[in-house]
């Protein structure tokens, strides 16, 4: 493990959040100084040359047709930075849920800006360019468990930022960290959410390795849930599977704000908490190239569109990359994916409210999941699981080429007594 990598997982086992015991029917448990510094511009070109991605991706071709244009994504984190030169004039209000001195543009870690950057970053002064450039971020600030230290907080702040972001003009919302417990009014919001016509992406956790627990929100039927993926063409070994990953995105060697100060950007990986963000902008900039269409139909050109392994039937889903890995590009530029219909959600297979603008849910007899062809490989771990770029059979039996290349052929809590909600940033 790099030093990088080891201290991007000390800062992404937190958001271990703490919570107070509110109710009887769910476990819950759950500033520092804004300075808004430039990055210099030689070290911040460095920065954009580690974005590994967006060449991979084939970015400068997607951005010929889609930027994100028209597209506000709510990032619901620990607040966003609006002042970074990279994310000027890219930033609405938003709103603070944590009851804590402080507007939700005041990042008390770095972390969301880092997330709204890679999202949205425009790049200027040197910063990370986000793959989506010409969105707009709504930040929604929560606490962690660090911060909860600095005064009496919202419990409820995940719910209410969630509700909040249902109730805003975005249209995705995103969401880089995650609790072990599921919790029934953090899952109603999320169900508010979606009836509202929102498309919800949720990072599945950097914990495989320390016990895989399933994580929520992205556990939730409603939500996306996000895996990572590296250069190296593999899923990342600490990136959690399991039946709850929908899809995956690239986490590795990503950099990201140091802190809250806002001077310099550190190396490490961005787990998938940076998976989350470059889903979230993967999903911007299909909406923008079809405004009209619905957060199912987005969703189910993404799902259609992604990179899978050789010989897998559609439909099918991997343990390790759900549907495969984002590949944007794959439909904007040779119209890989249908949209279908408007109002079935591609997560539930029910009838939901899937307009942009709303709509109330309507109820629908579910139809059965796609199985989970993907079971950990056999002789290896779960780091031997095959995403872009490998060459070694997947558990699906097939093989994956180069697929993301320019070109390519592209618990339930019944202890109810327990007081503390630990939540990771994923």
Same mark, same amino acid.
């Given at each position: 493990?790099?030093?990088?990598?080891?201290?991007?997982?000390?800062?992404?086992r937190?958001?271990?959040?703490?919570?107070?015991?509110?109710?009887?029917?769910?476990?819950?448990?759950?500033?520092?100084?804004?300075?808004?510094?430039?990055?210099?511009?030689?070290?911040?070109?460095?920065?954009?040359?580690?974005?590994?991605?967006?060449?991979?991706?084939?970015?400068?071709?997607i951005?010929?047709?889609?930027?994100?244009?028209?597209?506000?994504?709510?990032?619901?984190?620990?607040?966003?930075?609006?002042?970074?030169?990279?994310?000027?004039?890219?930033?609405?209000?938003?709103?603070?849920?944590?009851?804590?001195?402080?507007?939700?543009?005041?990042?008390?870690?770095?972390?969301?800006?880092?997330?709204?950057?890679?999202?949205?970053?425009?790049?200027?002064?040197?910063?990370?360019?986000?793959?989506?450039p010409?969105?707009?971020?709504?930040?929604?600030?929560?606490?962690?468990?660090?911060?909860?230290?600095?005064?009496?907080?919202?419990?409820?702040?995940?719910?209410?930022?969630?509700?909040?972001?249902?109730?805003?003009?975005?249209?995705?919302?995103?969401?880089?960290?995650?609790?072990?417990?599921?919790?029934?009014?953090?899952?109603?919001?999320?169900?508010?959410?979606?009836?509202?016509?929102?498309?919800?992406?949720?990072?599945?956790?950097?914990?495989?390795?320390?016990?895989?627990?399933?994580?929520?929100?992205?556990?939730?039927a409603?939500?996306?849930?996000?895996?990572?993926?590296?250069?190296?063409?593999?899923?990342?070994?600490?990136?959690?599977?399991?039946?709850?990953?929908?899809?995956?995105?690239?986490?590795n060697?990503?950099?990201?704000?140091?802190?809250?100060?806002?001077?310099?950007?550190?190396d490490?990986?961005? #787990?998938?908490? *940076? =998976?989350?963000? $470059? %889903?979230?902008?993967?999903? !911007?900039? /299909?909406?923008?190239?079809h405004?009209?269409?619905?957060?199912?139909?987005?969703?189910?050109?993404?799902?259609?569109?992604?990179?899978?392994?050789?010989?897998?039937?559609?439909?099918?889903?991997?343990?390790?990359?759900?549907?495969?890995?984002?590949?944007?590009?794959?439909?904007?530029?040779?119209?890989?994916?249908k949209?279908?219909?408007?109002?079935?959600?591609?997560?539930?297979?029910?009838?939901?409210?899937?307009?942009?603008?709303?709509?109330?849910?309507?109820?629908?007899?579910?139809?059965?999941?796609?199985?989970?062809?993907?079971?950990?490989?056999?002789?290896?771990?779960?780091?031997?699981?095959?995403?872009?770029?490998?060459?070694?059979?997947?558990d699906?039996?097939?093989?994956?080429?180069?697929?993301? #290349?320019i070109? *390519? =052929?592209?618990? $339930? %809590?019944?202890?109810?007594? !327990?007081? /503390?909600?630990?939540?990771?940033?994923?």
């Amino acid at each position: 493990m790099t030093a990088g990598m080891s201290q991007i997982r000390k800062r992404s086992r937190p958001y271990a959040f703490r919570r107070r015991l509110l109710s009887t029917v769910a476990m819950i448990g759950a500033v520092a100084a804004n300075i808004a510094g430039t990055a210099p511009a030689a070290f911040a070109a460095d920065v954009q040359s580690k974005q590994w991605y967006l060449d991979a991706m084939g970015a400068e071709q997607i951005w010929k047709t889609a930027t994100g244009k028209g597209i506000k994504v709510a990032v619901i984190d620990s607040g966003v930075n609006s002042s970074t030169p990279s994310l000027k004039g890219q930033v609405q209000k938003g709103l603070d849920l944590t009851n804590v001195d402080g507007e939700a543009t005041d990042d008390y870690d770095g972390h969301g800006t880092t997330m709204a950057e890679l999202i949205a970053g425009t790049g200027n002064g040197g910063g990370l360019r986000g793959l989506a450039p010409d969105a707009e971020i709504i930040p929604f600030r929560i606490s962690n468990d660090e911060f909860e230290s600095k005064g009496k907080v919202n419990n409820w702040d995940v719910r209410d930022a969630i509700k909040a972001a249902a109730d805003s003009d975005a249209q995705i919302i995103s969401m880089s960290s995650g609790s072990d417990y599921w919790i029934a009014q953090d899952e109603e919001a999320v169900k508010y959410a979606q009836s509202k016509g929102k498309l919800f992406f949720a990072g599945v956790g950097n914990s495989a390795k320390k016990g895989n627990k399933r994580q929520y929100p992205a556990s939730y039927a409603e939500v996306v849930g996000v895996a990572a993926s590296g250069p190296d063409g593999k899923v990342a070994d600490y990136s959690q599977h399991g039946d709850f990953v929908d899809i995956a995105a690239p986490g590795n060697d990503i950099p990201r704000w140091c802190d809250a100060n806002f001077k310099r950007y550190c190396d490490g990986d961005g #787990g998938t908490s *940076a =998976a989350t963000a $470059i %889903a979230s902008a993967s999903a !911007a900039l /299909i909406w923008s190239a079809h405004p009209d269409w619905t957060a199912n139909q987005v969703l189910r050109v993404m799902f259609e569109s992604a990179a899978r392994a050789e010989g897998s039937k559609a439909g099918t889903l991997s343990n390790y990359l759900g549907h495969g890995v984002v590949r944007p590009g794959a439909h904007i530029n040779r119209g890989l994916g249908k949209p279908g219909d408007p109002g079935l959600s591609p997560l539930t297979n029910t009838k939901v409210g899937g307009g942009s603008s709303g709509g109330d849910s309507s109820s629908a007899s579910p139809a059965p999941s796609a199985p989970a062809s993907s079971q950990a490989p056999k002789g290896g771990s779960e780091s031997d699981a095959v995403v872009t770029g490998s060459s070694k059979s997947t558990d699906d039996g097939g093989q994956l080429g180069l697929i993301i #290349g320019i070109g *390519a =052929a592209v618990v $339930i %809590a019944v202890g109810a007594f !327990a007081v /503390i909600r630990k939540r990771r940033s994923a």
